[in-house]
């Protein structure tokens, strides 16, 4: 009988830029999902919110540089590589078609998670993988209507369960949620003032070195 090899994580944003608050809930998952990989797939256009305020290749660079030293965190840039929108049922169809029988796992906060009806064919996501709801501690997420009648039916209670088939349950995981926002950080930034401590110091240094949300800081 063959096992399965440890399911892959995918969590997806602008990161715009990243900071501590995208990646402590991706290190959790990592750990309490027995992941063998979080891969942070960061999006070309998104399709949901407004354009991010800087390109593809320096997003890209300071995402890099902010996984550097975090084990098992991993950055894939293949939508960065697909013109149009970057909509996830593209990016889970290649994936799946790449790791075979692997499960997969995609993550999304609780706030995109009750707004998935109006995704892009967004019934097809949980074909390609299973939906991991990153939701805040004592804060449940709760669906209603048909929508939550579809939760219902695919809803996993273990995390074993994971692990048990290629896709198709949806599991809620409380992780930890910091109050930092990519908004936040830029606005520190384009008034030159120090974001230091809320992304990692590599990431940091790039992103205050070369100006590239405000003024260089050096």
Known sequence: MSVRPSPLGILGG??????YGHLRP??????????GEMRLVPGRIPPHRPPPRVGPERRLAVLREAVRDLPGLRVDDRELH?????FTVDTLRALRKEEGE???????????????????????LITFAHLV???????ATSPGGEFGQ???TRRALRVTELRERPAGRILFVPVTQLDISATGVRR???RGESARCLMPEPAWRLVAGRGWYGYPQV
């Open 14 to 19: 602008t990161f715009d830029p990243v900071h």
């Open 133 to 139: 709801v990153m939701e805040r501690p004592g804060h």
């Open 26 to 35: 991706a290190v959790e998952l990592l750990e309490q999902l027995h992941l």
């Open 150 to 152: 579809w939760v219902a």
């Open 82 to 86: 697909r013109d149009g929108p970057s």
């Open 188 to 190: 520190l930034l384009a």
């Open 102 to 124: 692997r499960p997969l796992c995609f993550a999304l906060g609780s706030d995109a998670f009750l707004g998935l009806p109006k995704w892009h064919r967004w019934r097809e």
